[in-house]
């Protein structure tokens, strides 16, 4: 028998929500090169700073119902050392939800993160770094918008820059302490190619895969992004992209919009 169209919503939401989380501060790192997802070992240098304001509008649809999510997001990143960087994330959802017997909308912060970016290794184009975190219970665990405690991680991430075309990596582990019930241990890998097409306009495509916090679901989350980054100075980035989900709770795709400030 089909479940009351306010039920379903209410679960879709929480699980688009955890996968939201997935995304945005679990098991990803905050401070991606949007639109990417993927980690690079970049870092802003001593005394150097960086904010990132984010847009990504996603789309959902399952069972006749629809998903539209708006997750909005701003990460301060600040250089202590040469080779490392101390990073604040912020993110803030709004989702609406419609289907043959109601509409639901509902908005609010998700979970903080902090988190340090060090680059350890680096032998000509060749670099590695390590990214360890920490999310804060700042978003509501009822609404799904919040894992109702502290989660903590890293990322393992690779770089690979001989010239104009680049690659990379990274691969993490997400301790995913929570109340809801979801799966604790949630694991990371991703990998991203990008191109400098001129000395101003970059082309990205990035591929990643995530444990699902669903306990009952074995499949993971995997999404693929195709997009661009514009520099027209070498202290400010706009970027777009496209962004393709597999698997549930994968959203099925949404448009990702960001600008980045550098001082």
């Given amino acids: 028998m089909a479940r009351p169209f306010g039920e379903g919503i ?6 688009l929500a955890a996968a939201a989380l997935v995304a945005s501060g679990c098991a990803v790192p905050a401070g991606a090169a949007h639109p990417l997802l993927t980690e690079d070992t970049g870092t802003q240098g001593l005394g150097n700073a960086q904010l990132e304001l984010m847009v990504d509008k996603t ?7 629809t998903v539209r999510e708006h997750v909005a997001t701003a990460v301060l990143s600040y250089g202590v050392l040469e080779n490392a960087d101390l990073q604040f994330g912020l993110p803030h959802i709004r989702q609406h939800a419609h289907g043959a017997l109601g509409r639901h909308a509902s908005q ?9 970016k060090w680059r350890f290794f680096e032998r000509e184009a060749l670099s590695l770094g390590l990214k360890p975190g920490i999310t ?4 509501d665990k009822d609404r799904g918008f919040g894992t109702g405690r502290a989660t ?11 010239g104009p075309l680049a690659f990379h990596t990274h691969a993490g582990y997400r301790r995913n302490s929570n109340a809801l019930g979801q799966r604790t241990s949630l694991r990371h890998v991703s990998a991203a190619l ?3 097409a001129t000395e101003r306009l970059k082309l990205v495509a990035d591929f990643s895969a995530d444990s699902s916090p669903d306990r009952a679901d074995r499949t993971s989350v995997r999404y693929r992004i ?17 962004k393709h ?5 994968a959203a099925d795709r949404a448009c990702l919009f960001g600008a980045t400030l550098r001082w």
């Avoid at 195709?226 to 496209?242: N, Q, R, V, W």
């Avoid at 989900?245 to 709770?249: F, I, M, Q, R």
Wanted: charged share 20%; no cysteine; net charge negative.
């Fill in 108 to 116: 609010g912060p998700l979970d903080a993160s902090v988190d340090f």
């Fill in 245 to 249: 989900g597999h698997g549930d709770p």
């Fill in 136 to 139: 804060v219970p700042t978003g």
């Fill in 152 to 162: 903590w991680g890293a990322l393992l991430v690779l770089s690979y820059e001989p």
């Fill in 59 to 65: 789309r959902d649809g399952q069972s006749g119902n």
């Fill in 194 to 196: 990008t191109y400098k």
């Fill in 10 to 15: 209410a679960a879709r939401l929480i699980r």
């Fill in 226 to 242: 195709l997009g661009f980054i514009y520099s027209p100075t070498p202290s400010l980035d706009f970027d777009a992209g496209l």
